[in-house]
């Protein structure tokens, strides 16, 4: 049981350390303008409180779905590895 937890606690780490890599350039693109030509100047009043609420949500949303994710992965791969460590199922001998 205890090396099923230690998968599980080491897959969410390594989920939440790839969502932490992968989400902020995911946002820039997803919030990046399209159609505009190059060196073009986007006029717009920003408000920098919702703006950082809004960035800092979602990364911890994306880090909180990998967390959950690696989880999963690591849930799996410990019953994967308890299976083959298990010995077979042998029958007890029967006394006549």
Same mark, same amino acid.
């Given at each position: 049981?205890?090396?099923?937890?230690?998968?599980?606690?080491?897959?969410? !780490?390594? @989920?939440?350390?790839?969502?932490?890599?992968v989400v902020p350039?995911?946002?820039?693109?997803?919030?990046?303008? =399209? @159609? !505009?030509?190059?060196?073009?100047?986007?006029q717009a009043i920003?408000?920098i409180p919702n703006?950082?609420?809004?960035?800092?949500?979602?990364?911890?949303? @994306?880090?909180?779905? =990998?967390? =959950?994710? @690696?989880?999963?992965?690591? !849930?799996?791969?410990?019953?994967?590895?308890?299976?083959?460590?298990?010995?077979?199922?042998?029958?007890?001998?029967?006394?006549?």
């Amino acid at each position: 049981m205890k090396n099923v937890v230690i998968f599980v606690l080491v897959g969410m !780490l390594l @989920g939440v350390i790839v969502a932490s890599l992968v989400v902020p350039p995911a946002l820039s693109w997803y919030s990046e303008p =399209g @159609g !505009l030509p190059k060196g073009a100047q986007i006029q717009a009043i920003v408000e920098i409180p919702n703006v950082i609420r809004y960035a800092t949500g979602r990364l911890m949303r @994306g880090q909180l779905i =990998g967390g =959950g994710l @690696g989880g999963v992965v690591g !849930l799996v791969a410990a019953m994967l590895i308890v299976r083959k460590r298990r010995p077979a199922f042998a029958p007890a001998a029967t006394q006549p």
